[in-house]
Structure formats: C-alpha cells, structure tokens
Antibody, heavy 121, light 110 residues
Framework: EVQVLESGGGLVQPGGSLRLSCAAS????????MSWVRQAPGKGLEWVSL????????YYADSVKGRFTISRDNAKNTLYLQMNSLRAEDTAVYYC??????????????WGQGTTVTVSS | QSALTQPASVSGSPGQSITISCTGT?????????VSWYQQHPGKAPKLMIY???KRPSGVSNRFSGSKSGNTASLTISGLQAEDAADYYC??????????FGTGTKVTVL
C-alpha cells in the first residue's frame, strides 16, 4: 500500500524547535519530490516546503523561509522538517505529501493523516 | 505567494452540476497548465481530484472535471451526490518549484 505517515508533532513554546518526520512506503521514495503542507485550525491549506527527489534542491514559502529546513534520507525512506524559531502562527496540522510527477508542479497524490503542531506558552 | 481566490461556498441539489472558480495571476494559474484540485472531508487528509488542469487520477469519478481560461481555473462537479459535500482547494504551480493553494470552497449538497 502506498502511504506516508507523519510523526513528531506536539506542544512547543514560542521560539522553540521541533522536528517532524514522514515515513514513506509502497512507492519509490527516492524518485519522488516531496512537500510539507500545513493547515491552521479552521483555515485552508498552505504549502510550506518542497524537496527534490535527490534532496539537493529545496524550496520554501516566504512565511517559513530562514526558520524551517526540509531534508530527506532516501536510504530510510524518510522526509523531515526541522522547525526553529516557532511562532504562534505556525500552529497547524502538518501534512507530508508526495508529488505525483518527477518534476514539481503536477500535484500531490499521496498524503499522510497529518501531525499536529501547537505553539503556545 | 498570495493565495488563489475561490468562492467561500457553493451549493447545489443532488443531481445538479456546480462549478468552483479559482482565480490567480499571470504568475501562477495563467503561466502554467499545472493546476490541481483537492477534496477534503472534515478531519481527513486532502485527496487529489484533478491534476494538470483537467486530468483525473485513477479512481476519481468522471463526474469531476477541470478547465482553465486565462488566470482562472474551474472545477465542475456534475450529478452532485451527498458524498461530494466537502471542502475543495485549488492549487497552482507558482514557478521555482513552489505551490500556491486557493482559499478553499465549502460545497454543500442541499
């Protein structure tokens, strides 16, 4: 079965750090670009970051640039999101998603169930 | 990276057709045939319904169709069914390997 499973969410104080993980299975992880997408409570979807299939090229939304770092370990079929200098507005469910095509832009066809990050004192 | 504009809500009776619009700019929707649409039921993960403007992934009903004209993309649901009640989000490639989502539309089946 093709799936991704996020973990690592939790409660963190403003200014703190958290690392999210996303374990992939059922598809060739090392051939797929991957993204993180978040959804604040009661709000819409927001693309956060993307990493190419090899991990050498990364992209970020302006709202997280300089604070978040996306990475991957293709040997472990795992995607990561290191989140530093967290703010209240980073509170959201964070989804890991697989790009459908080898080149970014073709949509995201596999999504996890999400992991919840709450930034509060 | 401003969000694409969608109507907040759209409703229709069972069997009817509805269309959800998604308006962007010449830098995103207007520049690429890389618009996708996602369905999200409450408490669930998004599901890809349409990619590359008008293509359907395997397993998605042919009642769902997509199109684009200029800076505006559209999702049409024909033969509306109760199970189609959900939130729908458009998403466009924004260049430089970035994505931009729409504001989301709540579909109600009357």
């Amino acid at each position: 079965e093709v799936q991704v499973l996020e973990s690592g969410g939790g409660l963190v104080q403003p200014g703190g750090s958290l690392r999210l993980s996303c374990a992939a299975s059922g598809f060739t992880f090392s051939s797929s670009a991957m993204s993180w997408v978040r959804q604040a409570p009661g709000k819409g979807l927001e693309w956060v970051s993307l990493i190419n299939y090899r991990g050498g090229i990364t992209y970020y939304a302006d709202s997280v640039k300089g604070r978040f770092t996306i990475s991957r370990d293709n040997a472990k079929n795992t995607l990561y999101l290191q989140m530093n200098s967290l703010r209240a507005e980073d509170t959201a469910v964070y989804y890991c998603a697989k790009d459908r095509a080898a080149a970014p832009g073709g949509g995201m066809d596999v999504w996890g169930q999400g992991t919840t990050v709450t930034v509060s004192s | 990276q401003s969000a694409l504009t969608q109507p907040a809500s759209v409703s229709g009776s069972p069997g009817q057709s509805i269309t959800i619009s998604c308006t962007g700019t010449s830098s995103d929707v207007g520049s690429y045939n890389l618009v996708s649409w996602y369905q999200q039921h409450p408490g669930k993960a998004p599901k890809l319904m349409i990619y590359e403007v008008s293509k359907r992934p395997s397993g998605v009903s042919n009642r769902f169709s997509g199109s684009k004209s200029g800076n505006t993309a559209s999702l049409t649901i024909s033969g509306l069914q109760a199970e189609d009640a959900a939130d729908y989000y458009c998403c466009s490639y924004g260049g430089s390997s970035t994505y931009v989502f729409g504001t989301g539309t709540k579909v109600t089946v009357l």
